[in-house]
């Protein structure tokens, strides 16, 4: 819609109405966006989490819009809206203050239960949204009875009110995801909508000579005081911890224990770096990342390993086994969380001259680079799940044309100890693609590592190797990957970019899990 067709629609309608009515759009759905980041370290960010987040939200706007129309029928008067939303932005101002007594309290009372993460996630957001959410469901009927001046243009007021409040609704979507919350973090961007709301609101009151309006003039000055007066508490608490922070993707902490650094992204229940200025092994699935190339006919030897592209690279503990391993060999690091890069470089030491880093989408890279590699190593996770595009045939074909003749790809997927769907769909989807597949259990872990070559190849390759190998923790780590190999005993479905149910998986194996759990 042009200019000249938005002043048509609002020409004779009250403008600062529309206004407030286009605010609070944008602070509905900026607080549904922006809860998703309070969830984030204490349950995740798993489907079954954005279900309860979206389908609450939408709850309570249900009601608001029920209520609301009622209330606005019994009391069409500008100064009991304009209450109302100064009451919701009290409530969504005070929302980042309470939210992690609340969220604690539901994360460690359901942690024991099966269902934990459902019913923690549901209570916590049940607890925290309610109120300021219905109240902002209030406004679009209330709007829509203070507009109305002749029922017979009735259908163009609610069309015109429901439209402003969507444009809001539309700013509200983008602007706390790639602009406050990366930049300002989730107090401050719940604080600046609140604010927001409430200079509105107060501005509404005023002109309906409402003394009300010093009421809220006064929240509004305690909220900027208790924002910039309290003291920036830890989000998520961890032993250990030397560095926290928020970025668009991410909620990002490193904890050192014994001199040894650990990433940790949104909910902390799964290492993503490692990293001991003294030690190179890390006794988890980095190491067997190194394991993949001597699946290639023998003689195999360290020095044909030439270059490496690690998808995932979060904060580079696989290019600097490889660089110390294999030597200073081209690598490309593709890593989406520039966040993560920067936390990488300074407290990870990951300054390897030789690592070229991309800030972008594995795919996205894969698809424009022309350079073809030895090794392609993916791993990135948002658990509990891997990206549904890096899992599918037609991913793994780009794959293939990026590896050199004798190139090997690697994947790490997780498992539980008896149940190894997810591990079987990607087995299967990538013996679609490469002659020859492989799976190596990571001992005392919950992943395995998933191995194509473009060659035809045999298990056997990996002991025979181990000739030609001489750094002893490179020796190591082939041994324990032969010793682990898993024999592929059914096949999971092929994944396509256009059906990979990634997540339904993911979720059918945890489900399994904690209910074995509770028995």
């Excluded at 460690?108 to 949204?129: D, E």
């Excluded at 604080?191 to 009151?205: D, E, N, P, R, T």
């Excluded at 997780?414 to 679609?432: H, I, K, N, S, W």
Aim: glycine share 8%.
């Amino acid at each position: 819609m042009g200019k000249k067709g938005v002043e048509e629609c609002v020409r004779g309608k009250p403008l600062y109405l529309l206004f407030t009515v286009f605010v609070s759009g944008m602070v509905t759905l900026a607080v549904e966006l922006s809860a998703s980041r309070l969830l984030d370290p204490y349950f995740g960010t798993s489907n079954v989490v954005w279900a309860n987040l979206i389908g609450l939200i939408l709850a309570y706007l249900t009601v608001g819009y029920f209520v609301g129309g009622r209330l606005a029928d019994r009391y069409p008067r500008p100064e009991v809206l304009y209450g109302i939303t100064g009451t919701a932005g009290v409530l969504v101002g005070l929302v980042p203050f309470v939210a992690r007594p609340v969220l604690l309290l539901a994360s460690r009372g359901f942690a024991t239960y099966s269902v934990g993460l459902l019913l923690g996630s549901f209570i916590g957001v049940l607890l925290l949204f309610a109120l300021p959410v219905t109240l902002l469901g209030f406004v679009s009927p209330f709007a829509i009875r203070l507009a109305m001046q002749d029922v017979r243009s009735a259908g163009d007021i609610a069309g015109v009110v429901y439209g402003i409040s969507t444009l809001g609704s539309i700013l509200g979507t983008f602007a706390p995801v790639l602009v406050l919350i990366p930049n300002i973090g989730t107090r401050y961007t719940f604080l600046s909508f609140a604010g927001l709301l409430l200079l509105v609101s107060i501005g509404g009151l005023m002109r309906a000579r409402s003394r009300a309006a010093w009421v809220f003039a006064t929240f509004l000055l305690l909220l900027l005081a208790l924002g910039l007066l309290s003291r920036q508490a830890v989000i998520k608490p961890a032993e250990g911890m030397i560095f926290e922070a928020e970025s668009a993707y991410n909620y990002i902490q490193v904890v050192e224990v014994r001199g040894t650094r650990y990433l940790l992204l949104n909910e902390g229940q799964a290492v993503h770096s490692v990293y001991n200025p003294n030690s190179l092994a890390t006794f988890g699935t980095w190491d067997y990342f190194l394991v993949a190339p001597f699946f290639n006919a023998p003689p195999y030897t360290p020095d044909q390993v030439r270059s490496l592209c690690m998808i995932g690279l979060a904060a580079g503990t696989t290019p600097r086994q490889y660089t110390a391993v294999f030597g200073p060999i081209p690598i490309d690091g593709v890593e989406i969380d520039p966040v993560i890069v920067d936390v990488g470089r300074r407290l990870f030491a990951m300054t390897e001259p030789n690592l070229a880093v991309h800030v972008e989408d594995g795919r996205y890279f894969l698809a424009r680079t022309q350079a073809r590699y030895d090794v392609v190593a993916v791993d990135a996770y948002r658990l509990p799940y891997i990206p549904f595009h890096l899992t599918t045939k037609e991913f793994f074909t780009e794959v293939r044309d990026h590896l050199v003749e004798k190139g090997v790809v690697v994947i790490n997927v997780g498992r539980t100890e008896d149940d190894y769907r997810l591990v079987e769909a990607l087995a299967t989807t990538m013996a679609a693609v490469f002659p020859s597949v492989y799976v190596v259990d990571v001992p005392e872990t919950f992943n395995s590592v998933v191995v194509a070559t473009v060659q035809e190849t045999r298990a056997a390759n990996l002991t025979a190797n181990l000739t030609g190998i001489t750094d002893p923790f490179l020796r190591n780590v082939v041994a324990q990957a032969a010793a682990h190999l898993r024999p592929l005993e059914g096949a999971g479905p092929v994944l396509t970019d256009d059906r990979a149910p990634v997540e339904q998986l993911s979720n059918l194996m945890v489900l399994r899990y904690v209910l074995q759990m509770a028995e």
